[in-house]
């Protein structure tokens, strides 16, 4: 017995040094105390335009802050725009999720969340709305915070993808005059393909090809549309869950706990490598104009390459969960502050244009912006 516990030890101490080594990015951190890392030909001023429809992506919101200045500035903005959409990115309720054990304080977080403004709110799951960790996850939370949103007294918000199923499912969420672009929304949660123990969470049957078709077909009809897929899980990212080193201790520390957790939920892990991968090649051949998400703790924009006109990490959404972020080869943006990301429909010179701006907490203006490609 004495000698499979210290191959056990032995075995964990090789481990957590190899995490410490591989799938690690390493690079200045660009913290709220100091500037932003922006692309050099991206900052520019851009034009003016007249504002039709306005989206809002915030993440990682789910701890309570009396007089939360980031909700505030969220409501100013979703109330400042002819019309809005307010999309929550997951991680809604910190620790694990909406459970019957601890009821009240999960639907006050929720509670704020909903009562930042009245602009139709989305919310997405993400891993900790499931639960704590990966071996403790389970459907229950998930369908505690569905049936709380869905009660909600003035009736405008929706909780999607829905009963614990990972989507995709569709909002329209502004129809354009005709002949030009809709603003819709697809919504995903990969967190069942990431985490095997809930692939059957959903109560229709559901694999990973209907995943994928059934994204592809929507991607399909809605080509000649604005359309915005979202979910929790970024597919590239600059901070702690695209690899950025904690320090040897602490890739330790993480390393041993994601032994014992059963994951991190980093996106070099297997599940969510092979999950990357698949929805990269359904995006391609029909790219969305932007993919959002959370997760990583931070602000980010990024150049989507061939998979969609631009990437979003939005996940700054909790003043105690903002975390360290560093520039990787796409990124066009990246600061770890507490904010959030705007997408604004509109048109310039008659044409309709979109313009992505990051708003921050500690600014009253746009700390970015920019036309998206």
Not at 35 to 56: K, M, N, T
Not at 93 to 100: M, Q, R, T
Not at 210 to 232: C, I, W
Not at 273 to 287: G, L, S
Request: hydrophobic share 40%.
């Amino acid at each position: 017995m004495k000698s499979n516990r210290w191959l056990t030890l032995l075995f964990l101490i090789a481990w957590t040094l190899s995490a410490c080594v591989s799938n690690r990015l390493k690079g200045p951190v660009y913290a709220a105390d100091g500037p932003p890392w922006v692309a050099g030909d991206r900052s520019i001023q851009i034009e003016p335009i007249d504002l039709e429809y306005r989206v809002l992506l915030i993440g990682d919101t789910g701890y309570f802050l009396e007089d939360d200045p980031t909700l505030a500035a969220l409501g100013r903005w979703a109330e400042d725009a002819p019309l809005s959409s307010i999309v929550f990115l997951g991680d809604n309720i910190y620790n694990e999720g909406l459970v019957d054990d601890d009821r009240d304080r999960g639907e006050r977080i929720l509670s704020q969340q909903l009562e930042s403004s009245s602009a139709q709110k989305i919310f997405i799951p993400g891993n900790h709305d499931w639960g704590f960790s990966p071996k403790g996850q389970n459907r229950q939370a998930i369908l505690n915070q569905q049936a709380f949103v869905d009660a909600w007294h003035d009736g405008s918000a929706d909780f999607l993808p829905r009963d614990g199923c990972m989507g995709p499912m569709k909002r329209v969420l502004h129809e354009a005059e005709p002949g030009a672009r809709d603003v819709v929304l697809l919504a995903l949660d990969p967190t069942p393909w990431i985490n095997p123990r809930l692939r059957d969470a959903c109560p229709e049957p559901e694999t990973h090809e209907s995943h994928l078709a059934r994204l592809e077909d929507e991607l399909g009809n809605h080509s000649d549309d604005f359309v915005l897929v979202a979910s929790h899980y970024p597919l590239r990212t600059g901070g702690p869950h695209g690899g950025l080193t904690y320090g040897v201790i602490g890739d330790m520390i993480t390393g041993i706990i994601a032994w014992s957790w059963g994951g991190l939920m980093n996106t070099y892990e297997p599940n969510y490598a092979d999950w990357i991968e698949h929805i990269q090649a359904v995006f391609r051949k029909h790219p969305p104009l932007a993919y959002s998400a959370g997760h990583d703790h931070n602000l980010q924009l990024l150049e989507a390459e061939d998979f969609a006109r631009i990437e979003i990490v939005s996940g700054a959404g909790a003043r105690e969960r903002v975390s360290t972020v560093t520039n990787i080869p796409p990124t066009i943006f990246a600061h770890a502050a507490e904010g959030f990301v705007v997408l604004d429909f509109g048109r310039r010179d008659g044409e309709q244009v979109v313009v992505a701006r990051v708003v921050e907490a500690a600014s009253p203006n746009p700390v970015f912006e920019m036309d998206v490609p």
